[in-house]
């Protein structure tokens, strides 16, 4: 095995410069606030039992997917509590996943996901859950927003970069 050999000097100097660049305030807030965007996803009388609703969210660079599952899921929305919504990339490498069969499945290496137990991994590699996106329904109007994941979504550091800033540090 290789083994680099780092004087106490540069290391001690190095990790002083790691803690100040992490402690400007700009990356602090955006460490801490990360405030996601209400974007409606669809409308209550639009959805099907089982038919999969595709979107992006928390933005472009994001595939997700909203499902009337039909039964009571943790974390369901609507007047059955049976509608959840879940980044469609598989926590494992990052391939698409697909509703199929009241499952979410990774055609890359078979991992399998249950939406109706926050994403809950139950078959393959994948040793995270689906991060589950967070709904709101309005019952006046049947609008279905999201707002929020829980989770982090595949291949980031984290789901949401505050300013333009820090995406390029």
């Known amino acids: 095995m ?6 106490r000097r540069t290391f001690i100097g190095g990790s002083a410069a790691m803690v100040a660049l992490l402690s400007t305030p700009e990356w602090a807030l955006a460490l801490i606030t990360q405030p996601y965007p209400r974007v409606k996803i669809a409308n209550i009388k639009d959805l099907k039992v089982g038919e999969p609703v595709s ?4 933005d472009e660079q994001s595939p997700a997917i909203l499902i009337k599952l039909g039964e009571r899921a943790v974390g369901g929305v609507g007047p059955e509590g049976d509608i959840v919504a ?8 990052g391939c698409p996943v697909s509703y199929s069969k009241k499952r979410f499945v990774c055609a890359c290496h078979y991992s399998m996901f249950d939406p109706a137990k926050n994403g809950q991994t139950f078959q ?4 995270e859950w ?3 996106i967070i709904l709101r329904f309005e019952p ?7 707002e929020g994941v829980e989770g982090l979504i595949w291949g980031r ?7 333009s800033k820090i995406g390029k540090l």
Do not use: D, E, V
């Open 2 to 7: 290789f083994m680099t050999k780092i004087s």
């Open 55 to 58: 979107f992006n969210y928390p």
């Open 86 to 93: 879940y980044s469609s990339l598989c926590t494992h490498k």
């Open 124 to 127: 393959g590699h994948a040793s």
């Open 130 to 132: 689906l991060p589950q």
């Open 140 to 146: 006046r109007t049947g609008n279905i927003y999201a």
């Open 157 to 163: 550091i984290r789901n949401i970069l505050k300013s």
